[in-house]
């Protein structure tokens, strides 16, 4: 359905001097969350002139020792060819957003886009339903309009994530789970994760990234590891192992826990450098109360994640991120923007609704002016933003309360964040 269009009151917010309009409403359609007065656009970190960026070459993926613990070789199965070359950008990391699993999240890519300014979105990330073992087959109609998508251009990739077992948020017992995933450690199903392969390269997709399993290390998905971590490992291996046998494929999998301990330390799922090429986190904002910083120092967080997968010879990502149990909060929104900005991941996507996202969800307007200011306009050809320069004190304007973002925000944004309440128009 298309998104219905609300009338809505709107306060001028001025960052610096320049003027912004946020949404009054908690509007549901694609015009929630910050717009622009006029032409100009929003406030935008301070960035030298762009300059022509050299094209990155492919790097092939490092070759890794296995380490001690690794299980061994499915038997019976061909052994895993090569993984295929990761691109790292040395510059801006490629960047999406989850807009929604069928043709509407395709359809709602370009809209972003020219929400931020034209600012090029080269990943695209939906997920397979888990009902039954059809879903995870791939048997379903949305996704030819990923695979078209993804073809449009050479640079873009599209993000795919799989659970591991149908009725994937059915409930099910512990010890069920812990049945099901030995049978799947037996090879009892691995046609299922074949046909989906073949799908793909009958799609011409099939360099795909593969999100198996998420946030294995909780206590969500029929497909969590916490009730036979050996297990889930070998079942792991062998979904890797029968895709890659599929000729013409060319997937990269991705290991993807969510941050912290949650049921079980993620560590002791990992399948083994030869069955993984990249290691994903999902982060979001939470529990309520805990800073950036403790998000990033905590046991198996942020910073435990970087230096898993430098250990590994593994490039990062970030396929869920975004707010949560903290509310509007800006100072996350800029510290992870920037967080990845310097850790470089391979992708990381935006979940985008609320109470997640900053364009969809128009309760976390001050994230939102957060998120587009940095990514406005943002390209290949942009060059890295500078540490911003601490900003000089500014003349509250006459009728203007100021909002008190933290530090941090305030610097990153080069100036205070105040309300008028003096000023207001209608929009649709």
């Known amino acids: 359905m298309a998104p219905q269009h609300k009338r809505a009151r709107a306060r001028r917010l001025v960052v610096g001097g320049a003027a912004v309009v946020?949404?009054?409403?908690?509007?549901?359609?694609?015009?929630?969350?910050?717009?622009?007065?006029?032409p100009a656009p929003p406030p935008a970190p301070v960035r030298p002139?762009?300059?022509?960026?050299?094209?990155?070459?492919?790097?092939?993926?490092?070759?890794?020792?296995p380490a001690a613990g690794t299980p061994p070789a499915v038997p019976g199965l061909p052994k895993p060819p090569a993984a295929a070359p990761l691109?790292?950008?040395?510059?801006?990391?490629?960047?999406?957003?989850?807009?929604?699993?069928?043709?509407?999240g395709v359809a709602r890519i370009p809209l972003l886009s020219r929400w931020l300014g034209g600012a090029e979105l080269r990943v695209g990330h939906t997920y397979l339903p888990g009902n039954r073992w059809s879903d995870i087959e791939g048997d379903l109609?949305?996704?030819?309009?990923?695979?078209?998508?993804?073809?449009?251009?050479?640079?873009?990739?599209?993000?795919?994530?799989?659970?591991?077992?149908?009725?994937?948020?059915?409930?099910?017992?512990?010890?069920?789970?812990?049945?099901?995933?030995?049978?799947?450690?037996?090879?009892?199903f691995d046609h299922h994760f074949r046909a989906l392969a073949e799908r793909l390269v009958r799609l011409e997709v099939p360099d795909t990234v593969l999100v198996l399993g998420w946030e294995m290390n909780g206590v969500t998905y029929t497909h969590r590891c916490g009730p036979d971590p050996e297990a889930w490992k070998t079942y792991w291996r062998r979904i890797v192992t029968t895709m890659r046998s599929v000729p013409g494929?060319?997937?990269?999998?991705?290991?993807?826990?969510?941050?912290?301990?949650?049921?079980?330390p993620w560590t002791q799922c990992y399948p083994g450098d030869d069955a993984v090429d990249i290691v994903g986190m999902d982060s979001y904002d939470q529990p309520a109360g805990m800073s950036f910083d403790q998000q990033v120092n905590e046991p198996y967080g942020l910073q435990a994640h970087v230096e898993f997968a430098k250990a590994h010879?593994?490039?990062?990502?970030?396929?869920?991120?975004?707010?949560?149990r903290n509310g509007d909060?800006?100072?996350?929104?800029?510290?992870?923007?920037?967080?990845?900005?310097?850790?470089?991941?391979?992708?990381?996507?935006?979940?985008?609704?609320?109470?997640?996202?900053?364009?969809?969800?128009?309760?976390?307007?001050?994230?939102s002016l957060t998120y587009r200011?940095?990514?406005?306009?943002?390209?290949?050809?942009?060059?890295?933003?500078?540490?911003?320069?601490?900003?000089?004190?500014?003349?509250?304007?006459?009728?203007?309360?100021?909002?008190?973002?933290?530090?941090?925000?305030?610097?990153?944004?080069?100036?205070?964040l105040c309300v008028r309440f003096d000023w207001w128009s209608g929009g649709d």
């Not at 040395?90 to 989850?98: I, K, L, M, Q, S």
């Not at 990739?157 to 789970?177: I, T």
């Not at 991705?254 to 912290?260: E, L, M, N, T, V």
């Open 329 to 367: 909060n800006a100072e996350y929104m800029g510290r992870m923007l920037a967080w990845m900005d310097e850790h470089k991941p391979l992708y990381n996507t935006l979940t985008d609704y609320c109470p997640h996202g900053v364009w969809r969800c128009g309760s976390n307007p001050v994230s």
């Open 49 to 65: 002139p762009a300059r022509p960026v050299a094209a990155v070459p492919a790097v092939p993926a490092p070759t890794v020792t």
């Open 313 to 324: 010879g593994k490039p990062v990502s970030y396929p869920e991120w975004g707010l949560f």
């Open 22 to 38: 946020v949404s009054a409403a908690l509007a549901s359609g694609p015009a929630a969350g910050v717009g622009v007065l006029g």
């Open 249 to 264: 494929q060319r997937f990269r999998f991705d290991f993807a826990p969510s941050r912290g301990r949650d049921a079980v």
């Open 87 to 104: 691109v790292l950008d040395e510059h801006w990391p490629a960047f999406g957003a989850f807009l929604g699993s069928d043709a509407g």
């Open 141 to 188: 109609g949305f996704l030819p309009a990923w695979a078209h998508w993804r073809n449009e251009k050479a640079d873009r990739m599209l993000v795919l994530n799989v659970p591991l077992q149908e009725r994937n948020e059915g409930g099910v017992s512990d010890a069920d789970v812990r049945q099901l995933v030995r049978r799947g450690a037996a090879g009892e």
């Open 373 to 416: 200011s940095f990514l406005f306009d943002r390209t290949d050809e942009a060059t890295p933003t500078p540490t911003p320069p601490t900003p000089t004190a500014l003349p509250t304007p006459a009728g203007c309360s100021r909002l008190g973002l933290g530090a941090w925000v305030e610097r990153w944004l080069g100036g205070k």
